[in-house]
RNA sequence: GCCGAGGUAGCUCAGCUGGUUAGAGCGCCUGCCUGUGGAGCAGGAAGUCGGCGGUUCGAACCCGCCCCUCGGUACCA
């Protein structure tokens, strides 16, 4: 008497199915596409890391309560990846022999046990680009440049890549009169803003509050005389990047530290007109803080202006001191990451991608098993031909049953080659879109069958050409 | 973490104040149709009623604890 396994997943994990597989695959493939132009190179790590590796950053401190722990023979202190970041940082201190600057994309999934919550889950996929080495605001203007191209690739339909600085709001701190240590915290509230408001981020800075479900949210205890001034810096808004900066050194005349920052913004922004990427898609605003800790100098992030709810798609940012602790050398680093599972739902909810679930353009049927050499060599043909296809190969001895399959799995094309078509040397050729099409306006099934919509007859000699033809027909119809 | 609502078939859900063999629609399978997907008609398979414990002659229903899901909030590298 054996106990039988309920099939289950642990929480926050899930199962990807054809579908989603199929338009997840396509966007990654467009994106790495971009990737590579940009003169990108793959990598891969362990999903395993050691945790001493993990947990050392500045991020690692943030997100140790997160980090999943694993167990090895050995019984080393081990934990899977929460991002491809510190994974990064420890490959270029471990291989020395890498060229610098070294520009690198990989597309992984990582693991954080947090909370599950919508659209969010403890496995999930990031695609990251970076380059590492390099000071060069270059470096930084082609992330941006990448994150721009990417987002075009995909045929968003609008988005705004907005970015800032770590330096310049470290220059506010100074304008504002608050220490230097505090910064984190500060940075972390401010990147609410977008999604509070300044009335519960100025709260929040100050004496704190209480949430509608009774919630405490505690204060960081600033003067209101020191949020004002915060408040001032973040009316510096325009639609123009070069106004902002222009604003900015207005407003920072005479503080320390503050030109240099505003230079390095100033020249991402130069360096993006130079190149067509104007005023429309890519923002200079002041409020992106993002929360992150190991950040150090600019600092972007993408939203879609048709799917505002998805929340930004994409972030990314300058983090020199990272590979330090790894090497004792400071190495410059920047770069950007997508959320790959909320890029993809924003993309599906626009109804940019999906509704194949399989790569199949051709299922031949298997009709009469004396003939199964015949659609046997059919298949093959059509494979090395580039076409592909499937040869029926389920229990179903009926059309009835293998035409059904086809109609459920999506595939566009359904071959019928029985002993009436061998007679004759011909394959009947089904588009299953029309008859998809068509099954709407009829009655009765005599008509139905009587009409046998979307099906023609073709040479059997001709077999490789006729297909490839009707593809393209149907391909066009579908556009 | 906090507040709230839930958990019954693969999916969506019904199940009166506790009462015998727990239901519907969709989906799936089979047949009508032995070479045509849809529609229609007929039939069929499928559920430890989230888990554990308690109350009771008797629990899907009442009580306790736990787990999970959804909504809000916090966190989000």
Redesign the pocket.
Known sequence: MSQRV?PRV???LRDLLPEEMMARQSMVDTIRRVYETYGFSPISTPAIEYLEV?TGS???E??????FTVSNPEEEALGLR??L??PLARVMAQHRALPRPFRRYQVAPVW???????G?YREFTQFDLDSVGTVSEIADTEIIAGMCDTLDALDVGGYRVRYSSRQILDAVLVFAGIPAQRSVDIF??L??LD??GFE?VSK?LTTGYQ?????V?RGLGLEHSQVARIGKFLDVRSEQRSEVVDQLRDLFAGIEGAEEAIRGVEKISRHLYALGYGDDKVTLDLSIA?????YTGPVFEANLEQAPQF?SVF?GGRYDGLVMRFLGERVPATGA?IGVDRLLAALTHLGKIGGRTTATEVLV?N??PSLEDDVLAMTFELRRAGIPTELYIG???????Q??????TGVPL?L????????QGIV?V???????A????????????EE????QEIRRHDLVAEVRRILANVRANEA
């Open positions: 309920k642990s929480r926050g993990l500045a991020a690692g943030e997100a140790q309560h997160s980090i929460f991002d970041t510190v954080r046990a947090d909370k599950p919550d919508k969010r972390r509230v990147d609410k999604k509070v519960k929040e949430d509608k479900s009774g919630d949210i993002r929360g992150l800790a190991y929340g972030g990451s049927l009709m009469d229990t179903a001895k009926n059309v009835g049953k035409l059904k399959y086809a109609d459920r359904a019928l080659y029985g002993s009436n078509e061998k007679e009947t089904k588009d299953l879109d029309a008859g998809r068509r099954s709407s306006q009829m009655e009765s099934r005599e008509e139905w069958i046998r919509p979307g099906q």
